[in-house]
């Protein structure tokens, strides 16, 4: 069975500097990673995904992250964000079909 | 359509009430999902309608929940005698295959029980 663990609920961060958000998943083979964005009263969107290949993953937004298959870690980063990037987001593992999800991170941007 | 639609945004019941939920997903889309999203718990998977094959109904809390897909397109998640805790956040995604594939998600049903 997959598991997914985001280390931090709540993540304040001032408009311009740069954010990590931690996610480990346990799962006994191979998984499908994503990141999913949910702004405020609106659903989710993807992000960024890893399949395969290249571990450090590009996605929208300027965003990107890193698959680290030792540490089963998928940390989402971006170097400066903006007020638009408040937000909460959720990582997901793909296990065969079924998506599981972490609790949620929550990023609160202030000028 | 453009995008999964669902329907109603928002449902106020009354304890003990059932209620139906309606997922359209996007047209082609093989796979469909229900997620119930609570405050502070993250989304928790409740139901996977692939193609013609039988659904995936784990992820269902209890036997007041059930759900159908009809003509392998637009499915309805049907709570029984509704509870309190069943208030929640009622998300369906589709994809083309499965999820190594994107799936696309609706804004929701915002499910109240009072």
């Known amino acids: 069975a997959q598991s997914v663990t985001q280390l931090d609920s709540q993540v304040p961060v001032f408009e311009e500097a740069p954010v990590e958000l931690r996610c480990n998943y346990s799962?006994?083979?191979?998984?499908?990673l994503f990141w999913y964005v949910q702004y405020p009263n609106q659903g989710l969107q993807l992000l960024l995904k890893?399949?395969?290949?290249?571990?450090l993953v590009k996605g929208i937004n300027g965003f990107e992250a890193e698959f680290n298959k030792s540490q089963t870690s998928f940390h989402l980063r971006k170097p400066s964000v903006h007020i638009s990037d408040t937000a909460e987001y959720f990582c997901?593992?793909?296990?065969?079909?079924?998506?599981?999800f972490g609790a949620g991170t929550t990023v609160t941007v202030r000028a | 359509g453009a995008g999964v639609s669902q329907s109603p945004s928002n449902k106020v019941t009354e304890k003990g009430k059932d209620v139906e939920l309606r997922c359209d997903p996007i047209?082609?889309?093989?796979?469909l999902y229900w997620y119930r999203q609570s405050l502070g718990q993250g989304l928790e998977f409740l139901i996977y309608?692939?193609?013609?094959?039988?659904?995936?109904k784990s992820g269902l809390p209890s036997d007041r929940f059930s759900a159908e897909r009809t003509g392998g397109s637009v499915s309805t998640l049907t709570i029984q005698r509704t509870q309190q805790e069943d208030s929640a956040v009622y998300l369906c995604?589709?994809?083309?295959?499965?999820?190594?594939?994107?799936?696309?998600f609706g804004q929701g049903t915002r499910l109240t029980v009072v």
């Open positions: 995604a589709s994809s083309s295959q499965s999820l190594n594939t994107e799936a696309f």
């Open positions: 799962s006994s083979v191979s998984v499908y």
């Open positions: 890893y399949l395969s290949g290249s571990t």
């Open positions: 997901a593992v793909s296990e065969s079909y079924k998506l599981s």
């Open positions: 047209s082609g889309h093989t796979a």
């Open positions: 309608f692939q193609g013609n094959s039988a659904p995936d």
